[in-house]
């Protein structure tokens, strides 16, 4: 093998010992969970982590991939950033308003009861969950 195949090699190990370390993590985590939680209680927080993971793709509108992109022609990072995350924050703000307005049909439709705690957490992770998927993209690139 030359030195060229070994290193892609090494790189493939390298990229590939992630999935198969949340693979490990999830068969023994699976098992501990099902037992812990009841299945009801389980299906409530998986919905909720579904709505939330449904917004953020909606919400960001592939600005976060428009900063990627553009990340490295621009000079001034914050400007980009800033500029990034505007449309983002406005869906997030219009998102929490129509959760709240329709607060009792959303929980209702997701726990099948009225639970205003769950809503009101939905609301903290509207923008929490922008904030996090552009910090992360920025100390990414800035790796």
Do not use: H, W
Request: hydrophobic share 55%; aromatic share 16%; net charge positive.
């Amino acid at each position: 093998m030359s030195q060229k195949q070994v290193s892609l090699i090494s790189q493939l190990k390298d990229f590939g010992i992630a999935p198969v370390m949340g693979m490990v993590i999830g068969f023994f985590t699976a098992p501990i969970t099902t037992r812990l939680l009841l299945p009801v209680e389980f299906g409530k927080a998986s919905l909720f982590s579904l709505v939330q993971t449904f917004f953020q793709l909606l919400a960001v509108f592939g600005f976060d991939q428009a900063y990627v992109r553009f990340y490295n022609e621009e000079a001034d990072k914050q400007k980009l950033l800033r500029t990034s995350m505007v449309l983002p924050f406005i869906v997030s703000f219009f998102a929490i308003i129509i959760a709240l307005v329709f607060r009792k049909n959303i929980s209702d439709f997701m726990f099948a009861s009225y639970e205003p705690a769950a809503i009101i957490l939905l609301c903290l992770f509207f923008p929490s969950c922008l904030v996090f998927r552009f910090a992360m993209l920025s100390i990414r690139m800035e790796l």
